[in-house]
């Protein structure tokens, strides 16, 4: 018997709509359905490794582990990784495509919806209920002819619709009214209703709002999801929510570089958790804070004009006086490759083809090529004695005589390297400051105090809190009963 299916669209982007995913997903799993996420397509250079062996929108994972299940690149068929302003790495079905501009990936877009139906029926054949997840706004019309992610998707594999709008940002009742005047008449006719997120205050305050949507389009209000603290503490997708996090906290600074097409930063949000460390992210237009005892380099999609973006900055000029002081610099995935000498991009993977000098900080050089390294880690580190869990994303081959001295030792296996009076460290491992005993080793040896925090415990208790939140301000029977 095939899964119900219910689509959950959003009058923009940010709106709320990863997040509510997820929480429904803890939420139907909790009352004994065996649930699955979907999105068509996401544009985020936020990735995990599935089990299938190949990758999907970190948000996918995050809603796939609410609801229990294992990932797999069905729940992200189509994931877009940006590299410049006009051109992405298009991942189809956990592999890489190719590199394609705006206007090819436009061209391309009708071709992989056979691709995303069928991993929508895979999933919808393997479970009780698939909940969808939209992609920016759903009303853009100039993106309908080829659209694969929105009503184009609804409308190809006849799928129910709930509209999402944010209250937070103004104007909801204004995108809600527009999107019902921008859509066709079945486009119409597939909502069952508008939920309303990040809502604050008097609930009451908010009905001649719902009157008008319900007099100018038909359709209820389904729930208002109050503003959540519980969802705060879950994983930011999206790179607008750096500008969320939390202020200055503890005694250890930890500066972060905010580099263009930023990977993977939820790496950081261990460290951000911990009582003890003052995270914060440097942006452009802002110098290192000479009180910083590290600086990190986080992911990027485009290490070369990363490169080339922080030298503009100066930072390349910060943290040799970092340095200078006795400060630390830690890079990992595309930040490791920036602390060599010269990064190498021959065929134009990652941009246009050529080289950059690299920081010249570890005796290092990296060719960027095709071949993509997809692994999930979970080793002893015998140079800490703790235990590391996370995985590997990247195209490129470190080499250099800076590997002699590695930072990890992975049962047995060197990963990255360390400089000789162990101040620069760098890794390509994601996800390694997640492990409590390892963060603990490493903030001791930084000067800091680590609270034993366990971040997967502090995950599962936001993601329990937030569905029983969910459970409160919408009508969960109502929702089952919308999806078909």
């Not at 969802?231 to 750096?242: F, H, M, T, V, W």
């Not at 080793?379 to 800076?402: F, I, K, W």
């Not at 329990?464 to 009508?475: H, Q, R, S, T, V």
Request: aromatic content about 4%; charged content about 20%; proline content about 6%.
């Amino acid at each position: 018997m095939r899964a119900r299916r219910l689509m959950v669209l959003g009058t923009g982007s940010d709106v709320g709509k990863s997040l509510l995913v997820a929480g429904l997903c803890r939420a139907f799993t909790r009352r004994g359905l065996k649930v699955a996420p979907f999105k068509a397509q996401n544009m985020s250079n936020n990735a995990a490794v599935t089990a299938d062996g190949g990758e999907i929108g970190r948000a996918q994972a995050l809603q796939a582990r609410a609801a229990g299940q294992p990932l797999s690149v069905h729940m992200n068929p189509v994931l877009l990784k940006p590299e410049t302003d006009v051109d992405a790495q298009v991942v189809v079905q956990g592999q890489v495509l190719g590199r394609f501009s705006a206007a090819q990936y436009q061209a391309l877009k009708p071709s992989l919806r056979p691709r995303v139906i069928e991993s929508l029926d895979h999933l919808s054949a393997a479970h009780d209920l698939v909940l969808i997840e939209g992609a920016g706004s759903g009303a853009e019309r100039y993106l309908r002819p080829q659209d694969i992610s929105n009503m184009g998707l609804a409308e190809a594999a006849d799928l129910p619709v709930v509209l999402l709008g944010d209250e937070s940002r103004g104007g909801v009742t204004a995108a809600v009214i527009g999107h019902h005047h921008l859509w066709s008449a079945s486009d119409r006719a597939r909502v069952g209703g508008v939920i309303v997120t990040k809502f604050r205050g008097d609930p009451a305050i908010f009905a001649p709002a719902a009157h008008d949507i319900r007099t100018e389009t038909g359709w209820s209000v389904l729930g208002l999801m109050r503003w959540s603290e519980a969802a705060r503490r879950l994983p930011e997708e999206d790179s607008l929510g750096l500008a969320r996090r939390p202020g200055p906290k503890g005694s250890l600074v930890i500066a972060v570089l905010d580099l263009p097409r930023i990977a993977n930063f939820d790496d950081l949000d261990p460290l951000a958790a911990e009582p003890g460390v003052d995270l914060r992210w440097v942006r452009p237009g802002q110098p290192i804070p000479p009180e910083a005892a590290v600086v990190i380099l986080p992911g990027s999609k485009a290490t070369r004009a990363a490169l080339s973006a922080l030298r503009a900055e100066g930072w390349d000029i910060d943290l040799r006086a970092h340095l200078r002081r006795g400060g630390r610099v830690v890079g990992i995935c595309a930040g490791f490759q920036m602390l060599g000498r010269v990064v190498r991009d021959p065929e134009g993977i990652e941009g246009p083809p050529g080289e950059t000098e690299g920081l010249g900080l570890l005796d290092l050089e990296t060719v960027i090529g095709p071949a993509k390294r997809l692994a999930e880690i979970d080793a002893l580190d015998h140079a800490s004695g703790a235990r590391v869990t996370g995985y590997e994303m990247h195209m490129g081959r470190t080499t250099g005589p800076a590997l002699n001295r590695p930072w990890l030792t992975l049962n047995g296996r060197a990963e990255g390297a360390i400089s000789a009076d162990g101040r620069v460290m760098g890794c390509y491992l994601h996800g390694l400051f997640g492990a409590g005993a390892f963060r603990a080793q490493w903030l001791a040896a930084q000067g800091g105090q680590a609270a034993q925090i366990d971040h997967a415990a502090r995950i599962e208790s936001a993601l329990e809190a937030f569905a029983g939140e969910i459970a409160a301000d919408l009508d969960l029977d109502a929702l089952l009963a919308l999806a078909r």
